[in-house]
């Protein structure tokens, strides 16, 4: 089983930038991908960025390419969302995800929510104008 708690969520200006955090218990995440998804009120949950078990390969929603960066720390079983430039259309709450075992000692960096089986609670980000 696998355990994900998010944090660094807040409310900031448009050009700041915030930093998420997830936590991962339970066994190690050094075997798979982990990913970011968010979902803004009334709309559906879409793809942020995922990174594969080594961090040699990472991918991106175009709307977040070049100022979001994930990145991963195995040893300490983290995983982070660097966003700069924020803009108020990333106003959402922001999940960190671990994909289904079938992925698990693969490169793979899935962008389907359906290829993920486990989830954070998520952490609200907004951004005002």
């Known amino acids: 089983q696998v355990q994900l708690v998010e944090s660094g969520g807040g409310l900031v200006r448009a050009g700041d930038s915030l930093r998420l955090s997830c936590a991962a218990s339970?066994?190690?995440?050094?075997?798979?991908?982990m990913g970011w998804f968010r979902q803004a009120p009334g709309k559906e949950r879409d793809f942020v960025a995922a990174?594969?078990?080594?961090?040699?390969?990472?991918v991106y929603a175009d709307s977040v390419k070049g100022r979001f960066t994930i990145s991963r720390d195995n040893a300490k079983k983290m995983v982070y969302l660097q966003m700069n430039g924020l803009k108020p259309e990333d106003t959402a709450v922001y999940s960190c995800?671990?994909?289904?075992?079938?992925?698990?000692?693969?490169?793979?960096?899935?962008?389907?929510?359906?290829?993920?089986?486990?989830w954070g609670q998520g952490t609200q980000v907004t951004v005002s104008s």
């Open positions: 990174i594969n078990w080594s961090s040699f390969s990472a």
């Open positions: 995800a671990a994909p289904s075992p079938g992925l698990w000692g693969t490169n793979a960096t899935p962008k389907a929510s359906n290829q993920y089986a486990y």
């Open positions: 339970g066994r190690t995440i050094s075997a798979y991908a």
